[in-house]
């Protein structure tokens, strides 16, 4: 039985050539697709990956330009936020706009109901309210329901994540079955335009942005030093500074507005409030005071238990019940209701909390 078209995003990975195998199995029209976002050596390599997989799965292939989305609405977005002293997650906004917006559009033009990628995630209705949601994936090892907070309903809708069913170890047998090359590729871990990591030497070449030195200060704002330039910094950071004092020392805050950086000793970094704004609602559709959530503020972190309310029109106050550390301006809040995400926001900083 054709259960409809479906256009599945190939990056020439195993995660994703599974979920187009999955799909065909289950009687999709499967259309595998790769998404030209950064021009370089590895947007080449993946392309013959994709390719060469979707020959192995028997499926057609094309190769769709997104350059011109991809540079707009993720890349330039990067870097306009580390130059304010934010320290934003690409693949979020990606997720949202390119993989999820963008993608679809185009499925819609090639006659598509459908649209899927390699996610570890599940898309399931909220019991309680019946709005689509992201489901924790059964492996918590690898499960990516944080980067995927800012889907829409509609998106959520049309897409399908058959990967969220498995581990990564039963992934890989099945990746075998389909090409042992293919098998055999690790996981991609950095963000796909800048692989080597360095942010700063990006922003500079890309962004034709040359960062101002300033002043290092203390909690008090006492200067301490001097600083490179603020696209060089993130809260919680210790190594890379430049400038020893005998003991640990690490960013508490980043101040656009007067080029500093504020040092602190660890104790400091901890904190129970946060602020969130451009809020994203999902299985709630409003969140409302007294609500009791799991919230993560970084992909790497352990969800915790959190109380919110709403000040200020569009802006979500998360008191968590233990101190969290380092809460950074520019990632995301993501609260979670058991396994369904709830929704979030992006993490404010200070003072533009208090110019609320």
Not at 86 to 110: D, F, S, Y
Not at 279 to 305: N, P, Q, S, T, V
Request: include cysteine; hydrophobic fraction near 35%.
């Amino acid at each position: 039985m054709n259960k409809g078209k479906v256009i599945v995003g190939l990056s020439g990975g195993v995660d994703s050539t599974v979920a187009a195998y999955l799909l065909k199995e289950q009687g999709y029209d499967v259309i595998g697709v790769t998404m030209e976002m950064w021009p370089g050596e590895g947007s080449k390599k993946s392309i013959e990956d994709a390719s060469r997989v979707a020959k192995a799965l028997g499926i057609p292939y094309e190769v769709l330009d997104f350059k011109k989305e991809f540079r707009e609405c993720v890349v330039d977005n990067f870097m306009e936020q580390y130059q304010k002293g934010l320290t934003p997650n690409p693949c979020i906004v990606c997720n949202r706009l390119v993989k999820g917006q963008a993608l679809l559009e185009k499925a819609r033009e090639m006659g598509a109901e459908h649209i899927a990628t390699g996610h570890y995630a599940r898309i399931e209705k909220h019991p309680e309210t019946g709005r689509y949601a992201i489901r924790n994936s059964i492996t918590a090892v690898k499960d990516q329901t944080y980067a995927l907070y800012r889907l829409t309903q509609e998106q959520l809708g049309a897409m399908l994540l058959p990967i969220g069913e498995y581990n990564k170890d039963e992934v890989r047998a099945i990746a075998e079955k389909i090409d042992g090359f293919v098998a055999k590729k690790g996981d991609s871990q950095d963000i796909c335009f800048i692989p080597d990591g360095d942010y700063a030497a990006f922003i500079e070449k890309e962004g034709a942005y040359k960062g101002k030195a300033g002043d290092f200060v203390d909690m008090e704002g006492k200067v301490l030093g001097r600083h490179k330039g603020l696209i060089h910094y993130t809260v919680g950071q210790r190594k890379g500074l430049g400038i020893a004092f005998g003991k640990p020392v690490y960013v508490y805050g980043v101040d656009a507005e007067k080029n500093q950086v504020k040092l602190c000793d660890n104790a400091a970094l901890f904190r129970r409030t946060l602020y969130a704004g451009n809020l994203a609602h999902m299985a709630y559709e409003k969140f409302e005071d007294g609500m009791r959530f799991k919230g993560k503020i970084r992909y790497a972190h352990k969800a915790a238990w959190c109380t919110v309310r709403m000040v200020g029109g569009d802006i979500l106050e998360c008191t968590f019940d233990e101190p969290q550390r380092a809460i950074t301006p520019g990632q995301s809040l993501v609260l979670y209701d058991g396994e369904y995400v709830a929704g979030g926001g992006f993490v404010l900083p200070d003072d533009a909390v208090k110019k609320m």
